[in-house]
T-cell receptor, first 114, second 117 residues
Framework: AQSVAQPEDQVNVAEGNPLTVKCTYS??????LFWYVQYPNRGLQFLLK??????LVKGSYGFEAEFNKSQTSFHLKKPSALVSDSALYFC????????????FGAGTRLFVKA | GAVVSQHPSRVICKSGTSVKIECRSL??????MFWYRQFPKQSLMLMAT?????????EQGVEKDKFLINHASLTLSTLTVTSAHPEDSSFYIC?????????????FGSGTQLSVL
């Protein structure tokens, strides 16, 4: 079955330190990969996506993600965390089968402490 | 940027009543919208794909007669939870497919918290 795993329920990091939010997936073929962020009482906001090309993708708010095909991972990173980055982050995968159906991970709550 | 408006943001209803949730694309036309259900500390679960002018496509295990979806125009899709029961209490989120080509992506509404008493 196709799935997306975010192994950490919560990630805690001090402001100014680098952060990593992990994501691995089990989807056949060459899927499209996404990261979304959700703030309280808000819908999901698009951060970045990987379709093809350079394995390091840069997105909104200074976030980037690294695609690793052999490990089927797409970890979200940021060199220096801000308190305002505290939110719920979702990794998502869209199988490259012509449709637009997207599979989401369970989400990882990022808490950045001042 | 593209905006999706979802209304209401919160609704409390009695068991047995029906609740309608609206999802509007404000500044773009969306031929395809999606409805998700999100349980606490769990992922978004796709319920159905809503296509303008045609019947919605439901995911396995989702009751079509309970979760009625209507996509009558290019900017509006509605989800009606019929004869709601406490187990239907959840956070419902819609998204709309927008943009062109490489910029095509999903735009999400802010969600509706449904509480059935």
């Amino acid at each position: 079955a196709q799935s997306v795993a975010q192994p950490e329920d919560q990630v805690n990091v001090a402001e100014g330190n680098p952060l990593t939010v992990k994501c691995t997936y089990s989807v056949s073929g060459n899927p499209y990969l996404f990261w979304y962020v959700q703030y309280p009482n808000r819908g999901l906001q698009f951060l970045l996506k990987y379709i093809t090309g350079d394995n390091l993708v840069k997105g909104s708010y200074g976030f980037e993600a690294e695609f690793n095909k052999s490990q089927t991972s797409f970890h979200l990173k940021k060199p220096s965390a801000l308190v305002s980055d505290s939110a719920l982050y979702f990794c998502a995968v869209r199988p490259n089968t012509g449709g637009f159906k997207t599979i989401f991970g369970a989400g990882t709550r990022l808490f950045v402490k001042a | 940027g593209a905006v999706v408006s979802q209304h209401p943001s919160r609704v409390i209803c009695k068991s047995g009543t029906s609740v309608k949730i609206e999802c509007r694309s404000l500044d773009f036309q969306a031929t395809t919208m999606f409805w998700y259900r999100q349980f606490p500390k769990q992922s978004l679960m796709l319920m159905a794909t809503s296509n303008e002018g045609s019947k919605a496509t439901y995911e396995q295990g989702v009751e079509k007669d309970k979760f009625l979806i209507n996509h009558a125009s290019l900017t509006l899709s509605t989800l009606t939870v019929t004869s709601a029961h406490p187990e239907d209490s959840s956070f419902y989120i819609c998204s709309a497919r927008g943009g062109q080509g490489a910029n095509e992506k999903l735009f999400f509404g802010s969600g509706t918290q449904l509480s059935v008493l």
